[in-house]
């Protein structure tokens, strides 16, 4: 029998590669003659680029100091397929939350000038198809800090330069200059990914929703809407009200609007390069999962895209998390468990040790109890 294992990683406690590895133990306790083959996801967040570089080896890591978050140096890294010409980076390396200590985190003040510093960098190598995750900015500049490393200019309405960066300068931008742009980005096709569907504006737009997350109060967050409504008047309409167009704090609009983007779910991209569809030949199980399965699991997450590819070649899919909600209709999959036992406390099962053993324990369970076969 062959089981393919993709999950992604439980945020805060195991990689993609940890947990794909406890399962995979699992499977050897159950099922020691079984035919494993493991591919390392994500959903266009951190890890993308790992994932990438797992499923796609032979490729090179370029390194380069750019602006993090606060304008602080940081060392940061994309993945690069040479032959392809072809550059992978992650919003999250250059301008991550992670990067941000909580007590500093103010989407005022935080930019996404690190991340153009590292498209700069891979379109000056020669790279021409550059895939840009979205996932895990500590920003919510409208993408302005990437457009600025890339040549853009920002003009208030007297007329002046604005050179400072982050959220606090979208309220003063009168009109943008193109003509510093790097000439090299005519030639190169974007694609972001992201896993999310939040327009640019609005309650369910990048600011309100996200925002808090990233530092903002109340006060601030209206601060940062209404400027976020100014810098939409200069993108089109479509583009503003384009599901995705709010990730990363409007980076995906800038992307789509300054960079003619395609914005792709992070999902379906990492399993078309991972050949995906090619591996589950002769599959009899598919295992995805991630830190938590509730209702975005099934907008756009790894555990979804993973079903409905799998769906497609009538493979039954399990997932696993490390908490499920069990008001959401998981009905797709033919099963869905959750690692922990019930009275575990959560200080404890996020432990990394813990959770892989829990992981491999759940697999196991699932599989020698045969309810694979009838899947």
Partial sequence: MKLIIACDSFKGCLGSVEVNEACRLGVADACPDCEVDTIVLADGGEGTVDALAANMPGGIRHCATVCGPLSEPVAASYYAMPASRTAIIETASAAGLTLVPPTKRNPMLTSTYGLGQLIADAVGRGYR?????????????????MLQALGYRFVDGDGKDIGDRGGQILSRIARVDATGRLPRLDSVKFTA?????????????????????KGADKTMLDVLEEGMNNFARIIPQKIV????????????????????AQLRPGIDTILDLSDFDRRLGGASLVITGEGRLDASTLMGKAPSGVLRRAAAHNVPVIAIGGSVDRGVDFSGFAAVMSINPPAMPLETAIKPEVAAGNIRSTIAAYLSAGRHRHS
């Fill in 193 to 213: 990914l992201c896993d999310v569907v939040n327009p640019l504006l609005g309650p369910r737009g990048a600011t309100y929703v996200y925002g808090p997350q």
């Fill in 241 to 260: 009200e384009t599901p995705g167009a709010g990730a990363a704090g409007g980076l995906g609009a800038a992307m789509m609007a300054f960079l003619e």
């Fill in 129 to 145: 198809n550059i895939i840009v995750g979205l996932g895990g900015s500590a920003t919510n500049d409208g993408g302005t800090g």
